[in-house]
Each structure stands twice: as structure tokens, then as C-alpha cells.
Antibody
């Protein structure tokens, strides 16, 4: 069964750090495009970061320099290292796999498998 | 950055109703548009990709249309399990995805 399970969320003080994990089963994290997406009541769903099959990484502007996405092939696990955390980083964090469908010159990306999410609360 | 809007933000409907949700992009995104359904406490679930392609296993009462800046998700006959929040997402500016603010569908 294709599945993603996040862990590592919790309560952290402003300025602190946290590392989220996302364990995959049924497919290889290293062979897929893997994302982190967060959800807050105020801002809805917000894409955070992605790591491509070739190891390239990309971040939303507000997370650049603070967050780092990585993966461990041997553990088939995706990570999100979050530093200098702020109150506005409080959210449910989901990991999600992106698939791509190619039709001629067009590449259509979409997120087909999601984890259940892990909650991060940044508060003193 | 590409901004996504949705209308309405919420709607009340009855089982059997035809429901239409609109999504608009701040610039043309061709047909790089996905739709997701989310129920309370659950992760989003993919319904439609590339504006009109139905994800495997999704009931055929769901359909998507549109191109450019204006898109529509239609539920032809609303079922009890369809009461949820629906989000559009653009993938034109991949890897920078953007989601719409969501449309909540509840019971009239």
C-alpha cells in the first residue's frame, strides 16, 4: 500500500528548531518528487518545499534560508528541518508526493498521495 | 506570483443538487490546474488534474473544465460523502504551487 506517515511535530518556542519526518511505504521517496505543504486556519493550504528526483530543492519565498528539505534513501524517508521558527509557522504540515503526466510539450504536476499531517505549534 | 481565488467561499446544497465551484487565476495558467477535496481532520485528496482529467477512483459525478484564467469544478449530483472543502491548485509555476482559499460545501 502506498502510504506516507509524518512525525516530529510538537510545541516549540519562537526562534527554535524542529525536524519533521515523513516515512514512505509502497514507493521510493528518492524516485519521486516529494513536497511539504502546510495548512493554517488563516492562510489555508500553502506549499512549502519540494525535492526533485535529481535532488534539486525549492522553497517558498518565506521559508528560504530557514527551512531545509532532504531525504534518506536507506530509510525511505523525507525530512523538513525548520529553523528560526516563528508564530506564523504554526500549522499542520503534510508531506505529499507529486506525479507528473506528460502530454506532448506539457508537464502536468499534481499531488496524488498525502500523509495525515503533523502539527507544529510555535509559541512561548 | 500567481494568485488563486475561488467562488463562492461557501455554499449550502442538498443531496442530489448540481454544484459548481469557480476558480480564477491572476494570470493565464493554460490548463495547469488541479482540484482537491478535503474533509475535516483529513489530508486533501486529489480529484482532478490538468483541469479536466479525473483521477483514478474518483466518481464520475466530479468534472472539471476551463483554461486560461477561469476554471470550474462541477459535482453533477451531490452525495452525502461530498460535503467537504474543495481547493484548486495551479501547477503552471511548478515547483511553486499555489492553492486557492477553498470552497466549503455543507448541507442545506
Amino acid at each position: 500500500e502506498v502510504q506516507l506517515v509524518e512525525s516530529g511535530g510538537g510545541l516549540v518556542q519562537p526562534g527554535g528548531s524542529l525536524r519533521l519526518s515523513c516515512a514512505a511505504s509502497g514507493f521510493s521517496v528518492s524516485s519521486n518528487y516529494m513536497n511539504w505543504v502546510r495548512q493554517t486556519p488563516g492562510k489555508g493550504l500553502e506549499w512549502v518545499s519540494v525535492i526533485y528526483r535529481d535532488g534539486s530543492t525549492y522553497y517558498a519565498e518565506s521559508e528560504k534560508g530557514r527551512f531545509s528539505i532532504s531525504r534518506d534513501k536507506s530509510k525511505n524517508t523525507l525530512y523538513l528541518q525548520m529553523n528560526s521558527l516563528r508564530a506564523e509557522d504554526t500549522a499542520v504540515y503534510y508531506c505529499a508526493r507529486s506525479l507528473v503526466v506528460v502530454r506532448g510539450p506539457d508537464y502536468y504536476y499534481y499531488m496524488d498521495v498525502w500523509g495525515k499531517g503533523t502539527t507544529v505549534t510555535v509559541s512561548s | 506570483d500567481i494568485q488563486m481565488t475561488q467562488a463562492p467561499s461557501s455554499l449550502s446544497a442538498s443531496v442530489g443538487d448540481r454544484v459548481t465551484i469557480t476558480c480564477r487565476a491572476s494570470q493565464s495558467i493554460s490548463n495547469y490546474l488541479n482540484w482537491y477535496q478535503q474533509k475535516p481532520g483529513k489530508a486533501p485528496k486529489l480529484l482532478i488534474y490538468a483541469a479536466s482529467s479525473l483521477e483514478s477512483g474518483v466518481p464520475s459525478r466530479f468534472s472539471g473544465s476551463g483554461s486560461g484564467t477561469d476554471f470550474t469544478l462541477t459535482i453533477s449530483s451531490l452525495q452525502p460523502e461530498d460535503f467537504a472543502t474543495y481547493y484548486c491548485q495551479q501547477s503552471y509555476s511548478t515547483p511553486l504551487f499555489t492553492f486557492g482559499p477553498g470552497t466549503k460545501v455543507d448541507i442545506k
